[in-house]
């Protein structure tokens, strides 16, 4: 019987210890969503496609078979990051920065949901269902390739990048679609604190980057938004805001345009950059 006990916890500590190990701490995994300026908007040009560092992966969220690709594993982040149809976002040049100034035995991953035209709401696992049924069609199509529900998606993709690595950080852009809500900053801790519980994380050592919409400089729209935006590090401690000033802008003065989205996207790693460093340092 002892013999049994001893067997089973020997057992029970070999399991544990591979699956320890089998999570690769030099794989760094960033999880991203938000609306359209985060799925990307700007059409993809030739060297957006040229020269991606293998060390940069995606973790595709949809089935996507004209791009060869499968839900749930992992390529070389070749553009796009989103879904099958999307555009070059911020995530690319987040990603493509991060490894050019990282070890090079580390490696970066982005797992993508984003959905055009959605409020906050969309990704309260609570409320979500009930802004759906105010939702336009078109969105609803969009949303339909998420299985209905994009932070479940999200989640579920999170759980599966968390064998193979480490979730460092949360990248965010959305708000454009709640311009004027002075509520935004806490329905956005309401998702951050279901992503720390859900995926068992500890908010000291996940910050959340959260880009501007365009900006006043580039004629924004939604520009307005920013200074609810910028109050967003006094609902969440550990939360960075990026700023879009200069970054450009496409002819609806509402999304960025491929150069906007590079130069935001470096904004972001820069951050993330700063972070670990600052960390590191104490």
Not at 113 to 137: R, S
Not at 140 to 157: H, I
Not at 158 to 168: E, H, L, S, Y
Not at 170 to 187: A, P, V, Y
């Amino acid at each position: 019987m002892k013999n049994n006990i001893s067997l089973i916890m020997f057992a029970i500590l070999l399991f544990t210890a591979n699956t320890m190990f089998s999570q690769n701490p030099n794989f760094q995994i960033y999880l991203s969503f938000g609306q359209s300026n985060m799925e990307g908007n700007a059409k993809i040009e030739p060297q957006d496609t040229v020269e991606v560092d293998g060390r940069f992966q995606v973790l595709e969220t949809v089935n996507c078979p004209e791009l060869k690709r499968e839900k749930g594993k992992w390529y070389t982040a070749v553009p796009p990051l989103c879904r099958c149809k999307t555009g070059l976002t911020l995530t690319d040049y987040f990603g493509r920065t991060m490894v050019a100034n990282l070890p090079k035995n580390v490696k970066v991953g982005i797992i993508n949901v984003a959905v055009g035209g959605c409020k906050i709401e969309l990704f309260d696992k609570e409320k979500y269902e009930a802004y759906m049924t105010t939702a336009p069609d078109w969105m609803k199509g969009m949303v339909k390739e998420y299985d209905g529900n994009p932070y479940a998606r999200l989640v579920e993709m999170a759980k599966i990048a968390q064998k193979d690595g480490v979730i460092k950080g949360i990248l965010l852009h959305q708000g454009e679609s709640n311009t004027g809500d002075t509520l935004w900053t806490k329905k956005v801790k309401i998702v951050y604190d279901n992503l720390m519980k859900d995926l068992k994380l500890n908010p000291k050592n996940v910050p959340l980057l959260a880009g501007e919409t365009v900006n006043a400089d580039q004629g924004g729209i939604c520009a307005s938004m920013n200074t609810i935006i910028a109050a967003l590090p006094k609902t969440i401690p550990n939360s960075y805001v990026i700023s879009s000033s200069g970054c450009t802008v496409a002819k609806d003065n509402l999304h960025f345009d491929a150069a906007g989205y590079r130069e935001l996207g470096k904004r972001y790693a820069e951050n993330m950059l700063s972070l670990a460093k600052n960390k590191a340092s104490k």
